[in-house]
T-cell receptor, first 114, second 113 residues
Framework: DVKVTQSSRYLVKRTGEKVFLECVQDMDHENMFWYRQDPGLGLRLIYFSYDVKMKEKGDIPEGYSVSREKKERFSLILESASTNQTSMYLC?????????????FGSGTQLSVL | GENVEQHPSTLSVQEGDSAVIKCTYSDSASNYFPWYKQELGKRPQLIIDIRSNVGEKKDQRIAVTLNKTAKHFSLHITETQPEDSAVYFCAASTGTNAGKSTFGDGTTLTVKP
């Protein structure tokens, strides 16, 4: 079974702090994604990556950056956390096939910014 | 970019009844349409998907239909059970941009015993 592991289940940070959310997958997937989940708003794509050191903006990249130094690891960075970034963050991965493939999700990180 | 609308936002049915969730998409290039189920406190997991070269797909009590002309697709759950209670998300994606998926806002399904 594919395993997508997010380093923290719950995280509490203060406004202005730099926050790192880590995600590791063990199935050699090329594609990795960071989504944000808010009630009534579904899953919104923040950033994605299709290869090491490659990154692309999603639909809501403002206030976030990412890093992919190794194929299995995709990090989401909040440069200066703000209260409106309080949310559930979901990492996902999928293999590269040329057509759509299902996403394998991590368990999520519930981030609270105070 | 792609826009996916999902209805209804909440759905309550009696155990044994059928449930239908509908989604529309905007990008005619979308060719892959997955459905994810997220139980309370858990990660979303794929329950069924359909590609644009197929009009209908069935897996036991769940089925998905796709109308490419109208750009809508639907999830059908028959003989609902309490364990079907969850949030269901539809999504649409193309083969480009790492196959990134655009999600609907989700439907909270409650099955009353």
């Amino acid at each position: 079974d594919v395993k997508v592991t997010q380093s923290s289940r719950y995280l509490v940070k203060r406004t202005g702090e730099k926050v790192f959310l880590e995600c590791v997958q063990d199935m050699d997937h090329e594609n990795m994604f960071w989504y944000r989940q808010d009630p009534g708003l579904g899953l919104r794509l923040i950033y994605f990556s299709y290869d090491v050191k490659m990154k692309e903006k999603g639909d809501i990249p403002e206030g976030y950056s990412v890093s992919r130094e190794k194929k299995e690891r995709f990090s989401l960075i909040l440069e200066s956390a703000s209260t409106n970034q309080t949310s559930m963050y979901l990492c996902a991965s999928s293999p590269l096939r040329g057509i759509g493939e299902k996403l394998f999700f991590g368990s999520g990180t519930q981030l609270s910014v105070l | 970019g792609e826009n996916v609308e999902q209805h209804p936002s909440t759905l309550s049915v009696q155990e044994g009844d059928s449930a239908v969730i509908k989604c529309t998409y905007s990008d005619s290039a979308s060719n892959y349409f997955p459905w994810y189920k997220q139980e309370l406190g858990k990660r979303p997991q794929l329950i069924i998907d359909i590609r644009s070269n197929v009009g209908e797909k069935k897996d036991q009590r769940i089925a998905v239909t796709l109308n490419k002309t109208a750009k809508h697709f639907s999830l059908h759950i028959t003989e609902t059970q309490p364990e079907d209670s969850a949030v269901y998300f539809c999504a649409a994606s193309t083969g480009t941009n790492a196959g990134k998926s655009t999600f609907g806002d989700g439907t909270t399904l409650t099955v009353k015993p």
